[in-house]
């Protein structure tokens, strides 16, 4: 798997040479959780409302969400400039919706009752949405900001400031957010040069630290038990897939992570994990995973399998080829019907320059697909879809994650658009749902190079057999395709645990794999090898 926080390219430490979060008072803490049921009630009565989004997106951002609050600030923007041009549907039905509130408002509120006059007729009613969405308008920049700020991307911050000044020549304060964006750009920029000037740190890892932000991975306060934990019914689900590609393993629920398990008490956690049905020999195959949910840098593969395609094989539909009929048919029952007919050229053509698998651009490719997966399955909430919903993440609060405006906001809510699901009313891909999916991607995907060229998926069955650092069963990985063989690393005992290890090599010591797991296990490892190991803690 590829490392989550991306050692390799990123810096998390660097990119968090701002203040960190104000930690609001319990008081504080109280009036916005409720401040923001408010404020998501107002979106669900009125979608389009720019207003509500950017109360939210406020209220979001002093909670500790800058990720959620862009997503919010974002949609804000989008809805006011749509409504000042009013041409197109989005623009009607948001300038509709600021006339409709802005009449009740001065019906209902007895403090505007001496304005009434201001709204009597359309025409001054419009003229008073107008001024309103001027004033709306400098502020959602001003929030776009600030999240900036507090999710630390300083290059995204300099970028939308300097867009500020040109779009706002009048306005008096946007000019000096661009002179703080450069002296924060200017700072950090320093501070990389030292260390790479010291050779601790590589050019492309500073370049990367330079333009990226970061966020906290978080489950979110208001996501119930519901998706944290899985249910009996889908590890059912599981297990029946295991059946159908396996003949010696299946998934159950793993008491890997239970601290107390010293008792054999049954497992009450949500870790699930793979079993031998039955004795494997050394080098059996336990496995062979392949998946839907891979993509490729190159445009010329077949979009299930990842394949080469040497006879082009077309469905009905549209001239998308395919290299069987297998994945021809498979594409049609599972994630084509979302994407049949429409563009998503600006996503395949970023990807196609990608040279490393972690590239952000292959992410939002393989974003694009789990989505159209998961519309395949319409009655489910997202994160309950069966993908989705069997990828964990892991939230370790005081680690950031990779975070950028232009590819954490702007591309997948643009992708949702072309998918055909209204981002505003259609609160199941809400900002926060997008961002749990991508943790929980992050956490399970990993690299894939076939015949050169880069590419990330993740696989159904291998994303459920938890980490040991002395695994009993490793995976390879062909040039063909995306799928996945998993075999035995060494004889297995009926009813065993299968493990995979998460890292390489598996030759590091202790310490060395502690703090190259820790992104992945949020805590230390509890491997048999690692309790063995470990060294005593002093009392
Ligand atoms: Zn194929
Ligand atoms: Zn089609
Ligand atoms: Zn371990």
């Known amino acids: 798997m590829d490392n989550p926080w991306r050692d390799d390219d990123f810096s998390a430490s660097s990119a968090c040479e701002v203040a960190p979060y104000e930690i609001l008072d319990p008081e504080r803490l109280a009036a916005e959780s409720s401040d923001l049921q408010t404020f998501t009630k107002s979106i669900a009565e ?87 969405l001027q004033e709306l308008e400098l502020q959602v920049w001003s929030e776009l900001m600030e999240g900036l700020m507090a999710s630390n991307a300083c290059s995204d911050y300099l970028t939308l400031s300097q867009e500020a000044v040109l779009r706002f020549p009048q306005d008096a304060v946007f000019p000096s957010e661009v002179l703080n964006a450069k002296s924060w750009f200017k700072q950090r920029d320093d501070i990389l040069r030292e260390q790479v000037d010291a050779g601790e740190m590589s050019e492309e890892k500073m370049q990367a630290t330079l333009h990226n932000g970061g966020v906290y991975p978080v489950a979110y306060l208001w996501m119930q038990e519901d998706f944290v934990s899985r249910e009996d019914s889908f590890l059912d689900r599981c297990k029946k897939e295991f059946s159908v590609r396996s003949t010696n393993s299946t998934v159950s629920r793993s008491a890997i992570r239970d601290l107390d398990a010293e008792d054999d008490a049954p497992s009450s956690g949500d870790v699930l994990g793979a079993f031998a049905t039955k004795g494997i020999a050394l080098a059996d195959t336990v496995l062979v995973d392949s998946t839907v949910a891979g993509v490729t840098s190159s445009a010329e593969r077949c979009p ?139 956490n399970n995907k990993h690299g894939q190079t076939l015949d050169g060229f880069p590419g990330t998926a993740v696989n159904p069955l291998y994303s459920m057999f938890n980490h040991s650092c002395a695994p009993n069963v490793d995976w390879e990985h062909g040039d063909s395709n995306s799928t996945l063989r998993m075999f035995a690393l060494r004889d297995v005992e009926e009813g065993e645990e299968l493990f995979i290890s998460y890292i390489r090599p598996l030759t590091m010591d202790y310490a060395e794999r502690q703090e190259s797991l820790l992104p992945w296990l949020g805590m230390e490892c509890e491997c048999e090898q690692c309790k063995a190991e470990r060294p005593p803690t002093e009392a």
């Open 46 to 132: 009125l979608p389009y409302d720019p207003e509500s989004w950017l109360l939210r997106a406020r209220c979001l951002r002093l909670l500790g969400f800058p990720e959620l609050a862009l997503g919010d600030a974002y949609k804000a923007r989008l809805l006011v400039e749509a409504s000042q041009e009013r041409s197109s549907p989005l623009g009607k039905k948001a300038f509709l919706a600021l006339c409709d509130k802005t009449r009740l408002q001065h019906e209902t509120d007895p403090r505007l009752a001496a304005w009434k006059h201001l709204v009597s007729t359309t025409a001054l009613l419009e003229k008073r949405v107008v001024a309103e």
């Open 304 to 442: 299930t399998c990842c394949g080469r395609i040497t006879e082009e094989i077309l469905n009905d539909c549209c001239s998308v080829p395919y290299c069987s009929p297998d994945c021809s048919k498979t594409a049609l029952d599972t994630f084509h019907a979302s994407v049949c007919g429409k563009d998503f050229g600006f996503l395949t053509s970023a990807a196609e320059s990608a040279e490393l698998t972690t590239d952000l651009s292959l992410d939002s490719v393989l974003l694009l697909r789990v989505l159209a997966l998961s519309m395949q399955e319409p009655t489910l909430h997202p994160l309950k879809t069966s993908l989705l919903n069997r990828l964990t993440p892991t939230y370790k609060n005081d680690e950031l994650i990779i975070f950028n405006f232009p590819d954490h906001i702007v591309t997948p809510i643009r992708v949702l658009g072309e998918l055909g699901i209204d981002v505003f009313a259609n609160a199941a891909y809400d900002t926060w749902v997008l961002h749990t999916i991508r943790c929980r991607l992050q």
